[in-house]
């Protein structure tokens, strides 16, 4: 069975996919849960720094990885498949936001870039996003997502 990458979504830790990376490991699964800063960089260098992690850890030819990404994870690893020689075996994105972020659109970029980073900014909805100017995901891919935001405060 392949490796399974944990990334964690933006503004959290490695310790949030925590929890499930025991639980993947109880089930035979090999995880390997990362960090990456993500409120320090805009999601092109974040890319490169999970790539630099994987080589660290596999080598310069990493074997095929399985992923399981939160929210602004999956981004990075549509943007790993993009712009990196990594072989995608299958992929999970909990909450992914694969068409923009609603939240990255109503909030103040001052305000947004200070509290959350560049990556936050790279989010919105607008085509000229980073999520949606990447394309189609030519790899097996699951999502889950809720239908509702469970945030009162949400902008939609």
Do not use: K
Not at 21 to 27: D, E, F, T, V
Not at 66 to 75: C, D, K, L, R
Not at 123 to 140: E, Y
Request: proline share 13%; hydrophobic share 45%.
């Amino acid at each position: 069975m392949p490796p399974t990458i944990l990334l964690h979504g933006l503004g959290l830790t490695r310790h949030s996919m925590e929890p499930l990376a025991r639980h993947l490991a109880a089930c035979g699964f090999q995880p390997l849960n990362l960090d990456y800063p993500s409120r320090h960089f805009p999601l092109e260098t974040l890319a490169g720094h999970v790539w630099a992690d994987i080589q660290t850890h596999f080598g310069s030819s990493p074997p095929p990885l399985n992923f399981v990404t939160h929210s602004m994870g999956g981004i990075v690893v549509r943007l790993l498949a993009r712009d990196f020689p990594v072989q995608i075996h299958r992929a999970v994105m909990l909450a992914p936001p694969n068409q923009g972020s609603e939240w990255a659109d109503v909030l103040p970029p001052a305000w947004l870039r200070f509290v959350m980073g560049d990556a936050a900014l790279q989010l919105g909805t607008c085509p000229d996003s980073v999520p949606n100017q990447l394309g189609p995901v030519m790899f097996p891919l699951g999502v889950i997502a809720g239908r509702c935001p469970d945030n009162p405060l949400a902008p939609f």
